[in-house]
Each structure stands twice: as C-alpha cells, then as structure tokens.
C-alpha cells in the first residue's frame, strides 16, 4: 500500500526555520509532481510549493525567498525547508504525489499525506 508520511512539524518563533519531509512507502515505480499545502483554521488548502519530476518548482507568492522545496526521487521523498517563518504560516501542512505508480501496475491520481501542524507564534 502506498501511502505519504510527514515529519517536522511542530512550534517555532517568528523569525525562525523549520524543514518538513515527506516519504513515500510502497512499491513505487515513479511519482510525477510531488508539493506541499497548508490549511490555517478557517481557510481554504492551499498550494505552498511544488516540484515536478524534472525538478522545476512553483511557490506561493506568499512564501517565495523564504521556503525552498527539494526532491530527492531515489528516496521518494520531498522536503521543504521554511525559513524567516511568519505566524501565518500557521496551518497544518499536507504532502501530495501526483501520478504515482507502483507495482503490480497500479496507478494513484493524486495522494495525500495525513498532515503535520506548523505554529508560528509571534
């Protein structure tokens, strides 16, 4: 069974860092894109960052010079490393695979890691 799992989250101070990762478990062929989201209480999920299996990333304008993601695809695994971290980058973060494949020819759109909470405090 393929699934995501997350570690790194946890409280940090303004101004702080913090690096999330993500691994993928099963027998996996290959992952096409794999991001970062974030839910803060009362708003909608939202893209932080992504990075495609080339290796060409998109981020938020929100978190742009200050969060880097990174992939390491031999470890199907993402990283994002969150730098001068603001309260509202308060939220739970979430990984995401799109187009994973993994044996015996089985294919998942899109999978969704169970969520680690980030808090800011000011």
């Known amino acids: 069974q393929v699934q995501l799992v997350e570690s790194g989250g946890g409280l940090v101070q303004a101004g702080g860092s913090m690096r999330l990762s993500c691994a993928a478990s099963g027998s996996i062929i290959s992952i096409n894109d794999m991001g970062w989201y974030r839910q803060a209480p009362g708003k909608q999920r939202e893209l932080v960052a992504a990075v495609t299996r080339g290796g060409s990333t998109n981020y938020a304008d929100s978190v742009k010079g200050r969060f880097t993601i990174s992939r390491d695809s031999a470890k199907n695994t993402v990283y994002l490393q969150m730098d001068s971290l603001k309260p509202e980058d308060t939220a739970v973060y979430y990984c995401?695979?799109?187009?994973?494949?993994?044996?015996?020819?089985?294919?998942?759109?899109?999978?969704w890691g169970q969520g680690t909470r980030v808090t800011v405090s000011s």
């Open positions: 995401n695979a799109d187009g994973v494949r993994s044996t015996p020819n089985h294919y998942i759109a899109t999978l």
